[in-house]
């Protein structure tokens, strides 16, 4: 379309912009109407988001419909993490997230593929085959509600208001500690996608080769690895499972900012993705036991506001390489992470 950069910076950050705002939102609407309807209207918008880009040629619409994509996904992703926990037991929901964030990675790693594929010879095809997936999802998911006694799970809740409700997040320190450092958490960790390819491409020879096995080997890592360390980690406590996920992603940073070849690179990297293996479901865990049996939805709601590390993680870290050097970004973001260690145990 010949669009700016600017436009473009634009354009795809309404996504992340609209799915901050929107995740509480949507997550209190899934504890008051129930998860089903806002699941099933969140997937069919979708679907017509991307039968949309399919059709229009303007810039602003681009922007309209990217900016309802990122709202129709944050309503989403609280609603189905929420009706997950409705219909598993306690003890077994952290598998059941673990289960989650390895179909997320593995539709990460082929999503990209095909989209690339796709681009050099349609790049509307894309957008109609991802349309089209989002609609058989949808219907899908209709087909198995009928099948759920989701009305015996949501019957007999509390029903509060919407400003109730974020008046109960608002006084939950544990909480507010929690998304601090989730939100500082996700600064650190996307450094890998933002600014380490930067940095090694400038200081490292094959930089962009050892970044590119980097990101295979994470997404080999998480797809084969995430059930079975989910398992062994059930026997320490969920803040300890944390510490040490952080512990090993502040390790992962200290390792790429010392690059000097294969050697280092993967085993930072290695660090890193174990790291992460280890943190995200145990966050998702953990904002399952804070969250009161009538607003989990609004809980993993608010917990969307982990994504403004998503938009700052870039910014901080694009700055800090800027003006100091990739080295000393990568070491200061790092002991960041380990101040929020220690605030987390406290």
């Known amino acids: 379309m010949d669009a700016s950069p600017l436009v473009i910076g634009l354009t795809v950050a309404m996504s992340p912009l609209m799915g901050t705002v929107g995740g509480f939102v949507g997550g209190h609407l899934s504890d008051r109407f129930g998860r089903k309807p806002i699941m099933l209207t969140s997937v069919f918008g979708l679907a017509l988001v991307y039968y949309g880009f399919t059709i229009v040629n303007g810039q602003g619409w681009f922007i309209l419909l990217n900016a309802f994509n990122g709202l129709c996904g944050s309503f989403f992703e609280p609603s189905s993490q929420a009706m997950m926990a409705d219909f598993t037991d306690k003890d077994k929901r952290i598998i059941v997230y673990s289960l989650r964030y390895t179909a997320i990675n593995i539709g990460a790693s082929v999503g990209p593929l095909i989209g690339a594929y796709l681009a050099n010879t349609s790049a509307r095809m894309s957008f109609l085959l991802t349309g089209s997936t989002y609609l058989i999802y949808g219907l899908a998911l209709l087909w198995f509600m009928k099948k759920l006694v989701i009305s015996k799970v949501e019957t007999d809740k509390k029903i509060v208001s919407f400003a109730n409700a974020f ?148 910014i901080v870290g694009g700055f800090l390489m800027g003006h100091l050097s990739g080295q000393l970004m990568f070491w200061i973001i790092a002991l960041i992470r380990k101040y929020d260690i220690f605030l987390g145990r406290e």
Not at 175 to 186: E, K, S
Not at 228 to 235: G, N, T, V
Request: with cysteine; proline share 3%; charged share 10%.
């Open 167 to 314: 008046h109960v997040v608002k006084t939950d320190k544990a909480l507010r500690y929690l998304l601090l450092g989730i939100i500082v958490i996700n600064i650190g960790y996307v450094q890998m996608d933002s600014n380490l390819p930067q940095f090694l491409a400038k200081h490292v020879e094959n930089g962009i080769a050892i970044f590119s096995v980097l990101i295979t080997l994470n997404a080999i890592m998480v797809v084969m690895l995430q059930v079975s360390i989910s398992h062994l980690a059930e026997k320490f406590s969920l803040m300890q499972v944390m510490v040490v996920g952080a512990i090993c992603i502040s390790a992962g940073l200290i390792g790429f900012s010392f690059i000097n070849g294969w050697m280092m690179g993967i085993l930072s990297g290695v660090l890193f993705t174990l790291g992460e293996i280890l943190i995200f479901p145990s966050n998702n865990m953990m904002m399952d036991h804070l969250a009161p049996e009538h607003l989990r939805g609004t809980y993993f709601g608010a917990g969307q506001f982990r994504k403004i590390g998503n938009f700052l993680g870039p």
